[in-house]
C-alpha cells in the first residue's frame, strides 16, 4: 500500500498544486517518486512529529492539502492531541498517513506495533478513518477521498503485492464491501488482516459453513446501515482486526449490533492483552493473538457450536 | 477587561494584563488585514488563556462590538476563556500550551509557498516554554529561515504554581532562543511605541522572537506578581479599587454582581 499511496499521490499533487508531502524522517526507498517530481512541496520535518502536525495545520488553514507522513504509531500517537486540536477542530484538510498498522513491523516490538490507532482516530467524530485491506483498495480509497475537505487518517500497511482475493480494488466510501454471500457468519475485517479472513471463508466453506466477509475500510463514519443490513441476516459475527479488541472494528460491530437490537452473536477476535515482550514475525504474532486463517476458522467454528440467541 | 473579568467572573486577570501592551503593539502597530481578508498577517494566540487582551483589541479594532464583548463567558458565547476560531477575528483555536508555534511555522511556509507577503505573529508565555513541542518549532522556523514568523514571549516570571525559575528555569531564556537561531530581542514589554518600533523593524531571514519582559497583573497594584489572579474572580471591592487604580469608570451592571459564579 505504500507503494500506492506514493504513486497515486505523485499523479494527485501534478494535478493539484496543493498538495503537500511532510514525513517524520522515514520513508526512505519509499517516498522518493514524491520527492524527485516535487523536490519543493516535500519536507523532511525531522524527529518531530508533534511539531510536523502543527505545521500542517498552518499550512491547511492557508490553502494546502498537506500529507502527513510517519509509522502509524508515531503518526497517531505522539502527536494526538496535535491532531485533535489542529486539523480535526478547525476543520482542515490534512492528511495523517499512519505506515504499518497492528503487527507489520512484527520484529520491531510493540513501540512499533499500532494496535489502538485506529480506536483513539475512530473516536473523533470530525475525522475520516481509513484503512484499506490491500494496494488495490489503498489506490481506490486515496483517489476518492483526496478532495475531502476535512481531516482524513489512512492507515496503509507495507505490503504491495497481496491482493484481497475477491475484493478486486473495490472501495465504497461510507459502506462496506462484501466477499461471498454467506448466510452461517459474518467475518468482519479491518486492514491488512483481510486476507485471512477470506482465507478463513474458505476453509469454513471446506466444513459446510457458509460466511460472508465484510471489509469495513472506512471506521469514521462508521458504515452502520451497511453493517445492520449484513449483521441482520447472520446468527454469528467476527470482528477481525490487527488491533486491540476495544476500539477498532470489533467495538464498531458490538456497538451497531446493540443499538440496532440485532439477533446476531459477535467475537471479538484481535488483541486482549499488552506484550509480554516476545515478538517475531507478522505471521508469528497473528498466529498469537488468533488472526491467521487457521485460527480465525476455528474460532468462526467455536462460536457456531456454542447455544444462538 | 477589568470590566468584562468582573463580569464573567472568571480567572486569568493577570495573564490578561501581563500581555496587554504586547497585544496593544502587535494589533494596533503591525497586524495587517481585515479578518475576512485571506491575504491578512495571521496572529496565533498560542497563550490562549490571555485571550481577553485580544477581544478588547478587537473590539478597539471595530472587530467585535460591546455586545460580543458582553457576552464572555456567557452560555453559547464565542468568547471563552480560551480563543475559538470560530469568532470572526480569531485565526486559530487554542487553550492547550506549546501548539502555537508550530502552526505559526506553517503559516509562515504557507506564505512563502504562494509568495505571499503575510507575516504571522504568535503570542506565547514563558512556561509555555517548558512545552519540548515549542523547541520542535524553534528548530524547524530557524531551519527553513522563516522571516516571516515572529514570536512574542511574555516573560513574566510566573507559572500556574509559582516562578518559573522554581519550577523549571527557562534561564536564560534569550540565550537559548539566539543558541536555536533565532533574531532576538530583550525587549520592555510594558512600553507599547518601542515594541511597535521593535515590530516594525524586523527584517531578515532568520524568525525573530521578542522575549519581552512584563509584571504578571500589571496596572493593578494588587494584582502585581500575585500568583493567585492567575485563577481568582474579582470581589466587588476588588473590581473597585482596579477601575479606580486604572483610571477607568466603574460599570454598574459590574459592581455590585456577586463574583462567585
Known amino acids: 500500500m505504500r507503494g500506492a499511496f506514493v504513486r497515486t499521490l505523485t499523479e494527485l499533487a501534478a494535478a493539484d498544486e496543493r498538495i503537500l508531502l511532510l514525513t517524520g524522517d522515514l520513508g526512505f526507498m519509499a517516498l522518493e517518486p514524491f520527492h524527485d517530481r516535487f523536490p519543493g512541496r516535500f519536507f523532511n520535518m525531522g524527529v518531530a512529529e508533534q511539531n510536523m502536525v502543527g505545521v500542517a495545520t498552518g499550512l491547511a488553514e492557508a490553502g494546502f492539502v498537506p500529507y502527513v507522513y510517519s509509522i502509524a504509531t508515531f503518526a497517531v500517537l505522539r502527536p494526538y492531541e496535535f491532531i485533535r486540536n489542529g486539523p480535526i477542530w478547525h476543520a482542515l484538510p490534512v492528511r495523517i498517513v499512519g505506515i504499518g498498522g497492528g503487527f507489520e513491523y512484527g520484529t520491531q516490538g510493540l513501540s512499533h506495533h499500532a494496535v489502538e490507532d485506529l480506536g483513539v482516530m475512530r473516536i473523533q467524530p470530525g475525522i475520516r478513518v481509513i484503512a484499506p485491506a490491500d494496494h488495490r483498495q489503498a489506490e481506490a480509497a486515496i483517489r476518492q477521498s483526496w478532495d ?18 475477491g475484493l478486486d480494488g ?7 464491501d462484501t466477499i461471498g454471500d454467506g448466510t452461517d457468519v459474518a467475518l468482519v475485517a479491518t486492514g491488512s488482516v483481510a486476507v485471512e479472513a477470506v ?3 474458505d476453509l469454513l466453506r471446506e466444513r459446510g459453513v457458509s460466511a460472508t466477509v465484510a471489509i469495513v475500510s472506512t471506521l469514521q463514519p462508521a458504515p452502520e446501515a451497511a453493517l445492520a443490513a449484513l449483521l441482520r441476516r447472520v446468527p454469528r459475527a467476527l470482528s477481525v482486526e490487527a488491533h486491540y479488541v476495544t476500539g477498532g472494528v470489533g467495538s464498531l460491530v458490538a456497538e451497531v449490533i446493540a443499538e440496532h437490537a440485532l439477533p446476531c452473536r459477535l467475537v471479538r477476535c484481535g488483541v486482549r492483552a499488552v506484550s509480554d515482550g516476545r ?3 507478522q505471521q508469528y504474532m497473528h498466529a498469537r493473538h488468533g488472526l491467521t486463517r487457521t485460527g480465525l476458522a476455528e474460532t468462526a467454528l467455536a462460536a457456531l457450536a456454542r447455544p444462538g440467541t | 477587561m477589568i470590566e468584562q473579568s468582573k463580569r464573567a467572573g472568571v480567572g486569568h486577570i493577570g495573564s490578561a494584563l501581563s500581555v496587554a501592551d504586547l497585544v496593544a503593539a502587535v494589533c494596533s502597530r503591525v497586524l495587517r488585514g481585515r479578518p475576512d481578508d485571506p491575504e491578512r498577517d495571521r496572529f496565533v494566540v498560542s497563550k490562549g488563556h490571555a485571550v481577553l487582551a485580544v477581544y478588547a483589541a478587537l473590539y478597539l479594532g471595530d472587530v467585535l462590538t460591546q455586545q460580543d464583548l458582553d457576552g464572555y463567558c456567557a452560555d453559547a458565547s464565542l468568547l471563552g476563556v480560551h480563543p475559538e476560531h470560530a469568532l470572526t477575528g480569531i485565526d486559530f483555536s487554542t487553550g492547550s500550551l506549546g501548539q502555537g508555534l508550530s502552526i505559526g ?3 509562515a511556509l504557507a506564505a512563502r509557498l504562494q509568495g ?11 512556561a509555555e516554554c517548558n512545552e519540548g513541542s515549542v523547541w520542535e518549532a524553534a528548530m524547524f522556523a530557524a531551519h527553513h529561515r522563516l522571516g516571516a514568523l515572529t514570536a512574542v514571549i511574555d516573560l513574566n516570571g510566573q507559572q500556574a504554581m509559582g516562578a518559573t525559575d522554581d519550577i ?7 540565550a537559548r532562543w539566539q543558541a536555536f537561531g533565532w533574531d532576538v530581542h530583550e525587549v520592555d514589554g510594558h512600553d507599547e511605541a518601542r515594541l511597535g518600533a521593535t515590530l516594525a523593524a524586523l527584517d531578515g531571514e532568520r524568525p525573530h522572537v521578542l522575549v519581552a519582559h512584563t509584571v504578571f497583573g500589571k496596572g493593578v497594584s494588587f494584582m502585581e506578581r500575585q500568583l493567585k489572579w492567575h485563577y481568582l474572580p474579582m470581589s466587588d471591592d476588588d473590581y473597585r479599587q ?6 477607568a469608570t466603574e460599570t454598574e451592571a459590574c459592581a455590585g454582581r456577586s463574583s462567585a459564579r
Open chain 2, 116 to 126: 505571499s507577503p503575510r507575516r504571522v505573529y504568535v503570542l506565547m508565555s514563558d
Open chain 1, 170 to 176: 473495490r472501495f465504497t466510501p461510507d459502506g462496506i
Open chain 2, 242 to 247: 482596579a477601575m479606580q487604580e486604572l483610571g
Open chain 1, 279 to 281: 515478538s517475531g514475525s
Open chain 1, 199 to 201: 482465507a478463513a471463508a
Open chain 2, 105 to 107: 511555522a506553517g503559516a
Open chain 2, 168 to 174: 523549571l528555569s527557562l534561564t536564560p531564556m534569550a
Open chain 1, 148 to 165: 475531502h475537505p476535512g481531516p482524513i487518517y489512512y492507515r496503509l500497511g507495507k505490503d504491495d503485492r497481496t491482493t484481497v482475493p
